[in-house]
């Protein structure tokens, strides 16, 4: 089981960015995928899940969750073909510049120590 998480690099404020979460050796939408950041000294922060949409239970429907910051800038998506999970970032912000991880979890937490398998980080950097 192995993530891996890409696409960040140096953008200008205002400025997109999309990162992507790949798997290797097992099916995302087997999970719920969340993508968590950690700017330095800070901790590491819930930033956006989705849910499987397997339709396996109830709450395995797609379901989107965003943190405050982020909402409306910010959106998460599935490419079940392609085996990936999307995060595309618009208007860009200093403040969230920070290494970004995806992670799996059985369903959307925005506790970090609820997610399982974890990708090495991509940076992100916002310059004003």
């Known amino acids: 089981v192995q993530l891996q998480a890409s696409g960040g690099g140096l953008v200008r404020t205002g400025g997109s960015l999309r990162l992507s979460c790949s798997a290797s050796?097992?099916?995302?939408?087997?999970?719920?995928i969340g993508w968590f950041r950690q700017a330095p000294r800070n901790q590491r922060e819930h930033v956006s899940c989705?849910?499987?949409?397997?339709?396996?239970?109830?709450?395995?429907?797609?379901?989107?969750y965003y943190r405050d910051s982020v909402k409306g800038r910010f959106t998460i998506s599935r490419d079940n073909a392609k085996n990936t999970v999307y995060l595309q970032m618009n208007s860009l912000k200093p403040e969230d510049t920070a290494v970004y991880y995806c992670?799996?979890?059985?369903?959307?937490?925005?506790?970090?120590?609820?997610?399982?398998?974890w990708g090495q980080g991509t940076q992100v950097t916002v310059s004003s």
């Open positions: 989705v849910e499987s949409n397997d339709g396996t239970t109830s709450y395995r429907d797609g379901t989107t």
């Open positions: 992670a799996t979890n059985r369903k959307c937490s925005d506790h970090e120590y609820d997610y399982r398998s």
């Open positions: 050796g097992f099916t995302l939408n087997s999970y719920a």
